[in-house]
């Protein structure tokens, strides 16, 4: 096949097709800022150390985050953690119009062409799709670069505008993410390419999910919680604790979040019996025999959801840890005459990580929505079937309801007390006190006079405290309103979908 032929297929399709490449083009964009950033942020040069500056900070920035080099990597560390719920949006563009996809892929194969030439046609399209996301989001990361680069009266900047990652990592972030991109389509859409008459072998479920994924999420729990005990153990071992701290981080947040959206799909399965046995209505029975038939389709549509909702728990902890530090020191220098607290900037780093999980929750609800109308779509010859036998509309609508929020609100509530029990193993006291301080009781000019000091200055030991953190009862709660209220919105905008698929016309589709 001629590369101009492959090219006209790959743009051909129905509104759908238009509508999965856009939002996958979207998605590549997303992708594209948020990689760029943390480069950028990586970029930045360390000076050399001065008599001026021996800790070699760049202080030609506003921000503690990208003025000490130590603070760099986890902000870009944070930076590219916002991928993923830009990556599981890309996953659930790639979802929209499966079926109407699959029957035209099939019917090429039945035509006559090879599983080779209809891969390359899947891979043509969404990397066609998003390597125009990558460029528009390259070219939407230079002219920002350009507007927001405005120093301030003392020169310093308050974004690292003074600085690009080399062409290489900006080639490989433009290039790399179409790549990726469509190779995981072709790996999706394997199936269709291989048998494109879709008959498969497939045992009926015989039982719902098991709830094994408590095992992960425990294992989570123990790697943080093991984190202050080997912070003591290995007191002065640097080389090990560099090592093994973030390996205990990474593996245990991983571990916790993977198991959270895992047993999502054990929560759908169990929410799907409790409505089988109890409900009495056909909305809520509809939906029951949906969770129960597939209860996996709850975690892969709340994943990024889920995961967003851990972090901000997890950060609401770690808030409520430096509040209380701040509160404790400055209750301790009260007693030495001393009316100050801890440092503000790790309150002002928790604004913008409070910042980043708005983001995250905001393009998770984008992938909900498009998930859920994926859903409506696929399904929509079955919805008008049941119209069409005199199953009211309202009906359905409850039951897509029900469907969401079913599974949707116990997910939410398992996310953020697993997010707040992270949280509470590396934070889970604040200590102050337990040290001796000189204070001076006279003025300046005497405290600053070698001569005069001593006879004004007196030993103030001030006493060990510790004291257990509260839970962040209040900024849950905001949180945990906040990803219902997406799911809500998300329901919202499928049942608009759910009218037009719903006509008698789509019993027609073929």
């Known amino acids: 096949m001629r590369p101009a032929t492959l090219v006209r297929l790959a743009l051909a399709g129905t509104r759908t097709d238009t509508a999965r490449v856009v939002l996958t083009a979207l998605s590549a964009l997303l992708a594209t800022l948020a990689g760029l950033a943390a480069l950028t942020v990586l970029a930045i040069p360390t000076p050399a150390a001065t008599d001026g500056n021996a800790n070699r900070w760049s202080e030609q920035y506003r921000s503690g985050l990208l003025v000490e080099p130590g603070l760099r990597g986890g902000t870009a ?12 949006l890309a996953g659930q563009c790639a979802r929209l119009g499966a079926p109407s996809r699959d029957r035209r892929l099939a019917a090429l194969r039945l035509a006559g062409t090879t599983p080779g030439q209809v891969t390359r046609l899947v891979m043509l399209e969404t990397g066609l799709a998003g390597l125009l996301g990558t460029l528009v989001g390259l070219g939407a990361y230079l002219g920002g670069r350009e507007l927001l680069h405005r120093p301030d009266e003392q020169g310093r900047l308050a974004l ?6 080399s ?4 080639a490989a972030v433009v290039l790399g993410l179409p790549v990726i991109a469509a190779l995981a389509t072709a790996l999706m859409l394997r199936t269709v390419t291989t048998s494109p008459l879709g008959v498969s072998r497939k045992a009926a479920r015989e039982r719902g999910p098991r709830p094994w994924a408590g095992l992960l999420i425990g294992l989570g729990l123990v790697s943080f919680a093991a984190v202050r005990p080997v912070l003591y153990q290995l007191d002065g071992n640097d080389q090990m604790l560099v090592r093994l701290v973030p390996l205990l981080l990474l593996a245990g947040g991983l571990a916790a979040m993977i198991g959270v959206v895992i047993g999502t799909g054990w929560i759908s399965y169990t929410c799907g019996r409790l409505l089988r046995r109890h ?11 949906r969770l129960m038939a597939d209860p996996w389709a709850g975690s892969r549509t709340f994943a990024a959801l889920l995961a967003a909702v851990i972090f901000g728990a997890g950060a609401a902890g770690q808030r409520a840890y430096f509040t209380a530090q701040d509160e404790l020191d400055r209750e301790q220098n009260r007693l030495v005459g001393v009316d100050s607290g801890a440092d503000p900037f790790y309150l002002s780093t928790m604004d913008l990580v409070d910042a980043a999980v708005a983001v995250a929750v905001l393009i998770a609800a984008g992938g909900l929505i498009v998930a859920l109308v ?5 399904r929509r010859r079955a919805y008008a079937a049941l119209v069409a036998t005199g199953v009211p509309r309202a009906a359905l609508s409850r039951s897509v309801a029900w469907q969401a929020l079913a599974p949707a609100v116990p997910a939410i509530l398992l996310a953020l007390t697993v997010g707040t029990l992270l949280g509470r193993g590396l934070f889970g006291r604040v200590t102050a006190g337990g040290s001796s301080m000189e204070v001076c009781d006279a003025g300046a000019s005497l405290c ?6 001593e006879q004004y200055t007196r030993l103030v030991q001030t006493p060990p405290v510790e004291r257990a953190l509260e839970v962040p009862l209040e900024q849950l709660a905001w949180l945990g309103a906040g990803a219902l209220a997406a799911v809500l919105v998300t329901v919202g905008v499928g049942l608009l979908f759910l009218r037009v698929s719903t006509a008698v016309e789509e019993l027609r589709t073929t």
């Open 374 to 378: 994926e859903g409506i779509v696929a």
């Open 279 to 289: 409900a009495r209505r056909p909305p809520a029975l509809l939906a029951a025999g």
């Open 160 to 165: 690292p505008t003074d600085v690009l990652p």
């Open 448 to 453: 600053d006079d070698p001569a005069t000091r």
């Open 167 to 170: 062409t290489g990592a900006l």
């Open 77 to 88: 560390f944070a930076l590219l953690m916002l991928t993923i719920p830009v990556l599981a």
